[in-house]
């Protein structure tokens, strides 16, 4: 007898009809193929770390198999819009500081901030920004930081102080569903070069 595992875009389905879902899809992308063959706890992981909610992670891996990348942008997007604000908070809380040495396990934030480690007044100024900006909103300052360097962060920063609360969760949000969107893609990256291997 099938078991339900989990709610797809077509509702729910089973054990046996996922397998034959994923056989019948035909990704011209290693990335995408690898991916929709992860298991479903290892899918869950490697999602958690482009995103740091469960329940998005969940959303996104229930969508498979998808035919490209372009299905998977879509319900990364659709999840990250979907996110309530508890669920932005555990995300958040699995980022580091903007300027903050990130953990070791958090290569892809260290290549995010890349841009933030140059001179020492501009670090004290995003260090006190950030304190600033935490004791205003109550949670970390959160920008995509892939392409800024430690000015362009730091002048966001500043300018988002004058943020409503309101305002700023919707930036965060944002912020968020961008930053999750740039791991998905070297996610598949990696998937495509590890089926490589």
Known sequence: MD????????????????????????????????????????????????????????????????????????????????????????????????GQRPGTGSQWSQDEQSGVRRDESTLAAVAQGNRDYEQRFGHLYLVCATGLDAEQMLADLRARLGNDAETEQRVVASELAKIAQLRVERLLDELGSESHS
């Open 3 to 98: 078991t339900p595992i989990a709610i797809s875009r077509s509702g729910l389905r089973s054990s046996r009809s996922w397998r034959s879902r994923v056989a019948a899809v035909t990704a011209d992308d290693p990335g995408v193929a690898a991916f929709n063959r992860l298991p479903p706890g290892t899918a869950t992981a490697r999602l958690v770390a482009c995103n740091g909610a469960t329940g998005w992670a969940a959303v996104v891996e229930g969508g498979r198999p998808y035919a490209d990348r372009s299905e998977i942008r879509v319900a990364a997007e659709q999840a990250s819009a979907a996110l309530r604000a508890v669920d932005v908070q555990v995300a958040l809380d699995g980022h580091p500081r903007i």
